[in-house]
C-alpha cells in the first residue's frame, strides 16, 4: 500500500531521506535504508524518481540500490537480535 502524505509531497519526502541518508551514521544509515527500501517496494518512488532525487545514473542507481537491500538487510538482521522489528 502506498503512503498517503497530508504534510509533504513524495518529492519532499524524497528529498528529505536523501538529505538524511547522506549525512547519517552507520546505524542511522541501516535504519533509513530500510525506510527507503520499503517505500521503495511499495511503490511509492520509482528507479527514475530514485535516481532524479539522489542525482545518479542508472549504473550509480542500481549500485545504491544494491547498497540500499544490503544495509535494510543488515537493520532487519540487528532489529531482530534483539527482538525488535518495528522498521
Known amino acids: 500500500m502506498a503512503i498517503?502524505?497530508?504534510y509533504a509531497t513524495a518529492v519532499q519526502l524524497g528529498a528529505a531521506?536523501?538529505?538524511r541518508f547522506k549525512n547519517a551514521?552507520?546505524?542511522?544509515l541501516y535504519r533509513l535504508a530500510a525506510k527507503i527500501k520499503k517505500h521503495y517496494d511499495l511503490g511509492d518512488f520509482t528507479?527514475?524518481?530514485m535516481k532524479t532525487l539522489f542525482g545518479?545514473?542508472?549504473t550509480q542507481w542500481n549500485n545504491l540500490k544494491a547498497k540500499i537491500v544490503n544495509y535494510a538487510a543488515?537493520?532487519?538482521a540487528m532489529q531482530n537480535s534483539v527482538g525488535n522489528n518495528d522498521g
Open 4 to 6: 498517503s502524505l497530508k
Open 17 to 19: 531521506l536523501r538529505e
Open 25 to 28: 551514521s552507520k546505524e542511522e
Open 47 to 49: 528507479d527514475v524518481q
Open 56 to 58: 545518479l545514473t542508472t
Open 74 to 76: 543488515a537493520y532487519d
